[in-house]
C-alpha cells in the first residue's frame, strides 16, 4: 500500500511539474497569456517578456545585436484558444532577411500558420519564379508602395521608391475544414516557397481567410501544439470535455491540440483551467485594433479588427 502511494505521488509530480509554469509578465498588473504559454522553462510554449518597456510578450529573440531583443523582435498581440493560434507584429522593414525571419518566426512548439501570407523584396532576381500571387491579390494595388516607403526600402526600378516590381508574395492554400479522423497536415506556411522566390527579406506579413473579411497587414499568425500524438501524451493532457486533434507540425512529426467542445470556455487542458460552460467576462474578449502605415504618406493610416482573438493583456 506504501509503494502504490509513492508510485501515485510521483505520477502526479511528474505530470504537474511541466505546468509549474509563470504566465505573468513582469509581476504586479502586468500581462497574464493563456496556457500553455508562459516565461520560464516549465512552460510548454515560451515566450520573452519585455518588462522593461510595456511587460508585454514577445517571441524569443534569435538575432544577433545585443541580449535585449524587445524593440526589434516580434511582440504577442492576440490569442485564439479555439484556433490554437496567435498573433504577432511584422512591421514593415527592408532590413528583415528572410533566412532570419524564418528562425524567429519558428519555434520549438509553434510556427507561422498557412493562413499568412509574406511579402519579400529585394534581390535581382526577386519574384522571378513566378511564385503564388494569392497574398498580392488580395491587397489594394495602392497599399504595397506605401509599405515599401513606411519601410524605407530606397529607390525601386528606374529611381521609383514606390516601385513593386522586386515584391514577391508566398501564400499557402487556405486550410481546409477540421478533419476528426485523421491528422492535419495544412496548417503551417511552407517555407522552402521563400526560397524558389530568390528574395533576400521579408517586407511584412498577412493574415488572410478562415472568416477574415479582408487581410490583416503588418500581423502573422501562429499556430502551436504540444509534443505528441493523441494517442500518446494529449490523452492525459487534454480535459475531460475536451477534443484532442493530431497536427503535422512543420518539422514532419506529429503533436497535438486540445480544444473544448463547442459552446464552453476554457484552455481545454486537464493541468489547466479546462473546460467550463461559464460566459466569459466581457471584458476579456475583445477586438484588437491594429495601425497599418500605408498610402501617400506616413500619416496615412488603416485601422483593422481582428475580432476572432481574444486578447488577455
Known sequence: MHLIFLLLVSLFLNGTAAWLCDRQCGGGRGSIVPRPFGFSAGCPVVLSCDVTHTSMPFLPYRGGGGDDGAATSYRVIAFNSTASTF???VPPSCTRDVYVARSELSGTNYGVSSRTGLFLHGGGRC???GNSKTACSLLPADIMPGLLRAAQCGAGENGNESSTAAV??????TPKP???TGVREDLFLGWEKTEKANCDGVL???VYGGGVASPEVGVAELGWWL????AGKGAVSCAAAATCSDVQTPSGTVGHRCTCMDGMNGDGFAA???CYTEVAPSSSRHKIALMVVYGASAASIVIMSVGEYNATF
Not at 227 to 230: L, N, Q
Open 272 to 274: 489547466g483551467d479546462g
Open 178 to 180: 477540421n478533419n476528426t
Open 227 to 230: 509534443d505528441g500524438p493523441c
Open 204 to 206: 511584412t506579413a498577412a
Open 127 to 129: 519574384g522571378a519564379s
Open 168 to 173: 514577391a508574395c508566398v501564400a499557402s492554400a
Open 87 to 89: 498573433l504577432v507584429t
